[in-house]
Nanobody, 133 residues
C-alpha cells in the first residue's frame, strides 16, 4: 500500500508563488503515473498536471507556463511549483498515484483533459491553496 501526504499550501496574493509537495510512503513502485488535481467549492475535481516514472509531463492549458510538476525520486516526493497565481487557482490541491499497468496506459492515452479522477487509485488528503485579489 502507498500513502500520499500533501503539504505546502497556504494563502498568497495574486501574482505570487507557492510550491506544494506530496510525500509518498509505503511500497514504492518503480513504474507509476502521478498527478496533481484541484477542486474548488462547487466545482468538479480537475486534473492540473501529470508526470510518469520516465519524467514525461502534461499540463492543463490554463496552467501551462505557470505551473511545473516535478519529482525527487530519492526523497519519494512529488512537487508542484505554482507561479503567477490568480484567484481562479484557489482550490484544494490533491496528489494522486496509479500503478496498475492498464490504468496507466489509459491515463496516458486519454491525456489530462479526458482523464477522470477515478482513474487514479491512491490519493492524499489535500492541501488548501488560496489566492487573493
Amino acid at each position: 500500500q502507498v500513502q500520499l501526504v500533501e503539504s505546502g499550501g497556504g494563502s498568497v496574493q495574486a501574482g505570487g508563488s507557492l510550491r506544494i509537495s506530496c510525500a509518498a510512503s509505503g511500497y514504492i513502485h518503480s513504474n507509476y503515473y502521478m498527478g496533481w488535481f484541484r477542486q474548488a467549492p462547487g466545482k468538479e475535481r480537475e486534473g492540473v498536471a501529470h508526470i510518469d516514472s520516465d519524467g514525461n509531463t502534461l499540463y492543463r492549458e490554463s496552467v501551462k507556463g505557470r505551473f511545473t510538476i516535478s519529482k525527487d525520486n530519492a526523497k519519494n516526493t512529488l512537487y508542484l511549483e505554482m507561479n503567477n497565481l490568480n484567484p481562479e487557482d484557489t482550490a484544494i490541491y490533491y496528489c494522486a498515484a496509479e500503478y496498475d499497468p492498464i490504468k496507466m496506459a489509459l491515463i496516458h492515452a486519454l491525456g489530462i483533459v479526458k482523464t477522470f479522477s477515478n482513474d487514479f487509485t491512491y490519493w492524499g488528503q489535500g492541501t488548501q491553496v488560496t489566492v487573493s485579489s
